[in-house]
Each structure stands twice: as structure tokens, then as C-alpha cells.
T-cell receptor, first 114, second 112 residues
Framework: KNQVEQSPQSLIILEGKNCTLQ??????????LRWYKQDTGRGPVSLTI?????NTKSNGRYTATLDADTKQSSLHITASQLSDSASYIC?????????????FGRGTSLIVHP | DVKVTQSSRYLVKRTGEKVFLECVQD?????MFWYRQDPGLGLRLIYF???????EKGDIPEGYSVSREKKERFSLILESASTNQTSMYLC???????????FGDGTRLSIL
């Protein structure tokens, strides 16, 4: 069964600090991996997408890495801001019968304190 | 900017009622999805549709059905609502399988 595990479940950091969120997956056959940010009371918004051949991708202060051999990804947030407080969701898609089916992690809840 | 609109932010219904959740997207996207999101469980796929009048079951389709009569509209139907269907429901759309999904802001449904 395809699974996506995220850690930690929750994280509290001070404004200006860096942090790293982890995602481990057992999804096959792997198609792509996305990180989404979900603000409280809103739908998730895509931050990055990574395919099998990519191992780093940046979007402003967000940098995602992918190790397809160990089936791990991380999302690094640099110089955190209060607006980074949100849930971060790792989503891995598999290609099954011509369809791309996403499997969602349970998310990491990040709180940034002033 | 892509807009995915869910008809209600909050909805309260009674056990046994037939419930309709509506979702409309304004970007001519081919694919549309319905999820439910529960604390500690993350998003779970209920149904999805790759084209008009097409539908596919997701991971948890039991107790739900969907309708896609027009490309821009994807409806989720609870045939006979039960208390375990109390949840946050999220609709999403994407142009094709290589693009990210765009989500609505969700409908928080309570079944009493």
C-alpha cells in the first residue's frame, strides 16, 4: 500500500530561525513529489514539485530536496517568518493505469513565534 | 489566478438527509477531485474525475457519489448523511496530470 510519512508532527520555532521538515514515502511507481502549504481555514497551495531526476528545487525561502534512492524528501525553510505558520503537506503521486494518483502525508504543523 | 469555489464554508445537516456539496472552477481544468480532511488523518481522496461525465473512485468512496455534468462543476453527494461523515471537504482541480492541484477553501460539514 502506498504511504507517505511526515515528521515531525508539529514544530515550534522562533521567527528568523531555519527549520527542516521530513517526508518518507513508499509509493510505487513514483511519478512526482509535491510540497503544499495549508494556512488555517484555507485549502492547500502548491510550493514545489520534484520529479525522479531532480534532487533540489527552491521557491524563495523554501528549498525541497529529494533522494529517490532512499525515498526521502525534505523541505527547508530559511529565515522563518510569522506567515510561515501553517501545515506543510507532502504529496507523492504514483502512475497507476495511466492515472496519476496522489497519496497525502498527514502534514507537519509549523508554528513560528515572534 | 485560478479560482476554485466551494458553495458553502459551513454546513449543518441531519442524519439521513441527502447532502450536496458543490464545487466550481473557472480555468477550464480537465481534472477535478473531492477530498475529506480529518485531524490526524490528512487528506483522503473520495472521488475524482478526468473529464465531463467521467468519475473514478478514490480511497474512501463508500457513502458518497459524484456528478460532473459540466466541465467546470463537480458535485459531491452524500446519499444518506451519517455522523461519521462530519468532516472538512476539499475540492481541487488541475489542468492535466502534470500540473499541481488548485484547492478550494473547503466546506466544514457537520452531521447531527
Amino acid at each position: 500500500k502506498n504511504q507517505v510519512e511526515q515528521s515531525p508532527q508539529s514544530l515550534i520555532i522562533l521567527e528568523g530561525k531555519n527549520c527542516t521538515l521530513q517526508c518518507n514515502y513508499t509509493v510505487s511507481p513514483f511519478s512526482n513529489l509535491r510540497w503544499y502549504k495549508q494556512d488555517t481555514g484555507r485549502g492547500p497551495v502548491s510550493l514545489t514539485i520534484m520529479t525522479f531526476s531532480e534532487n533540489t528545487k527552491s521557491n524563495g525561502r523554501y528549498t525541497a530536496t529529494l533522494d529517490a534512492d532512499t525515498k526521502q524528501s525534505s523541505l527547508h525553510i530559511t529565515a522563518s517568518q510569522l506567515s510561515d505558520s501553517a501545515s506543510y503537506i507532502c504529496v507523492v503521486s504514483a502512475m497507476t493505469g495511466g492515472s496519476y494518483i496522489p497519496t497525502f502525508g498527514r502534514g507537519t504543523s509549523l508554528i513560528v513565534h515572534p | 489566478d485560478v479560482k476554485v469555489t466551494q458553495s458553502s464554508r459551513y454546513l449543518v445537516k441531519r442524519t439521513g438527509e441527502k447532502v450536496f456539496l458543490e464545487c466550481v472552477q473557472d480555468m477550464d481544468h480537465e481534472n477535478m477531485f473531492w477530498y475529506r480532511q480529518d485531524p490526524g488523518l490528512g487528506l483522503r481522496l473520495i472521488y475524482f474525475s478526468y473529464d465531463v461525465k467521467m468519475k473514478e473512485k478514490g480511497d474512501i468512496p463508500e457513502g458518497y457519489s459524484v456528478s460532473r455534468e459540466k466541465k467546470e462543476r463537480f458535485s459531491l453527494i452524500l446519499e444518506s448523511a451519517s455522523t461519521n461523515q462530519t468532516s472538512m471537504y476539499l475540492c481541487a482541480s488541475r489542468p492535466d496530470r502534470n500540473q499541481p492541484q488548485h484547492f478550494g477553501d473547503g466546506t466544514r460539514l457537520s452531521i447531527l
